[in-house]
């Protein structure tokens, strides 16, 4: 059995390689007509399930008595798919007027009274600690899918 030594692949000169790559796209190069454009991607519109949007006048007077800046719904309440208003929990997105951070007891305050008025489980979560995430697919899933109850302004 012959072996010959293993040399680097050749080099070409640059009006070598000027020759070989002004003869045109080589037919294994060719990209296929994949017809037109797939239409993009839309978000559908939002629809806040009606356990919570029923509810939008009593939760604005709470975010005032508790100096909410922001209420947002997230997960299965805003999407209005897959909430069953008997077992779900609510997960609501909370901001707080710059100053106005509650303390834990506050905070938890505000989760019980927000229970309260929508007659089910919360997981309220601060906006600032879900901004700060490290955990990005998280945090982006969180902020997209997020629809605003309460705005002060």
Known sequence: ??????????????H?????????PSPCYATPDLGPAPPA????????????STKRDTLADLCHRFHVRRLEVFGSAACGVDFDAQRSDADLLVA?????????????????????VLGQPVDL??????????????????LQEAEPIFVAG
């Open 1 to 14: 059995m012959y072996y010959t030594k293993w040399r680097p692949p050749r080099r070409y000169t640059s």
């Open 96 to 116: 707080f007027e710059p100053g106005a951070e509650p303390d834990f007891a506050g905070f938890f305050d505000l989760m019980d009274a927000l229970e309260q």
């Open 41 to 52: 991607r839309t978000r559908p519109a939002p629809t806040i399930h009606t356990a919570v």
């Open 125 to 142: 979560a601060d906006r600032q600690s879900i901004e700060q995430s490290r955990n990005y697919l998280r945090r982006r899933h969180i």
């Open 16 to 24: 070598q390689r000027h020759a070989t790559l002004s003869s045109g």
